[in-house]
């Protein structure tokens, strides 16, 4: 398989329905280049997903038989589309896809910069894009859907990791360099002085809008958010979880349109309009006052992950404390574990600070950026894999998912292979 094949067969379903947005303002009804099954491929179809792989990919525009390739990808995008229709096993919901939709025209909106200006380049309402691109959307949960009822439990045995070793050996990939690292992060606490005066501005601010104000542009106003106070204080659609605990919390208790009393978390004090409640899924804009920690509160912190180190130093379990005093949420419940990680993959500064370590010790506390906050953190240097060929004695773990999926993808094209035996489709460039 040539490099450009491979490359749009991992693409295809990305540039497909990223594109539904980020080119439908331009599209053009002109001449069909392909017919599959009930479906057609417009010549302004196929160029428009040319130009986004060639955007994500950086590939040379004039490589051969670009194009051919591309409506290649295409056709084959169709044919599963057409076979998840007509599979009875293979479901999506309502709820499904408005979710699905929202998130993707919430990322446009970020992508963007506001509403207003992502309405003003595809010529509509935001409330007209979810009925005009809902078909669309609910077409790739039918083809995600359906790949992963026929693929989602391929395995491999151990002979055939074996063989696949034996096969490619000379082809794999060194593996570069890898750290397993844990970290523990500490949030400095708030001057109390400080605080209460935020939490009295946020409570006239508050006043305000309850009385007659209109929450986005207090937002715009007043909010401390770079990256949102310019949308209104749009945060767009979150799943539970993925905000922090005391907004999540918050939020979640809020009924569609209300607004919360002011609330703190590490970022400094919120208040909080709930948009839209679907399930799981929230919409909701904010308005952020930041509260300033002092040089007292920065040390506090410093000596208390001093101390943590210390005591780990003395034979106590970094997990443990990590569990205990961690403040990330992602990571404090598994015992600070950010995972085993290739060292070119971190910045320079956090490669600079790793390279100072040995395999069991801890970094000093240093200071890291969070959203709009910041706090300080220790990093516990567990194991240092330095670059190598791949082995089935060291790599097996990594030659297990090599070899899943090489098997994957060798089923997977003959599937393409079976539906367009079995589903009708003709190219008329």
Known sequence: MSKIKFKILCLT?????????????????????????????????????????????????????????????????????????????VNVTDEEV????????????????????????????ISRMRREFRDEMKKKLLAERIKQFKFGNVSVSRREIEEFYETYRDSLPEVEEEVELYHILKFPKKNQ?????????AKLILD???????????????????????????????????LV?????????????????????????????????????????????KVESDSLSDQLVIDFLSKISDSVKNGGNFAEFAKKYSEDQESASIGGYIGLVPLSQLSDDMQDLINDLNEGEISQ???????????FQIIYLKKRIPAHKISLSTDWKRLEL??????????????????RNEIYWDIRL
């Open 13 to 89: 379903f990305f540039f497909v329905f990223q594109g539904v947005l980020l080119f439908a303002q331009v599209k053009i009804l002109d001449r069909i280049v392909a017919v599959v099954g009930n479906d057609i491929i417009m010549e302004s179809d196929l160029q428009q997903q040319v130009e986004f792989f060639i955007l994500n990919t950086k590939i040379d525009p004039n490589t051969p038989n670009l194009r051919n390739q591309v409506l290649d990808a295409l056709i084959n995008e169709r044919l599963i589309v057409a076979k998840a229709i007509e599979d009875t096993n």
């Open 98 to 125: 408005s979710q699905q939709l929202e998130q993707l025209i919430q990322q446009n909106i970020q992508q963007i910069g506001s509403e207003q200006k992502l309405e003003e380049i595809y010529g509509m309402p």
């Open 193 to 201: 002085e400080i605080l209460n005066e935020v939490k009295i501005k």
């Open 208 to 242: 305000s809008i309850r009385c007659c104000g209109d929450f986005a542009d207090f937002a715009r106003r007043y909010s401390q958010d770079p990256n949102t106070a310019i949308d209104g204080g749009d945060l767009g659609v979150t799943r539970r979880g993925t």
């Open 245 to 289: 605990k005391e907004y999540e919390e918050a939020a979640f208790a809020l009924n569609e349109g209300q607004i919360s009393e002011p609330i703190e978390s590490p970022f400094g004090i919120h208040i909080i309009q709930l948009v839209e409640r679907r399930g799981e899924n929230i919409h909701t804009r904010h308005i952020l006052l």
């Open 365 to 375: 506390p240093v200071r890291v950026s969070s959203g709009g906050s910041y706090g």
């Open 402 to 419: 090599y070899a899943t999926n090489y098997k994957r993808n060798k089923l997977y094209q003959q599937w393409l292979e079976e539906l």
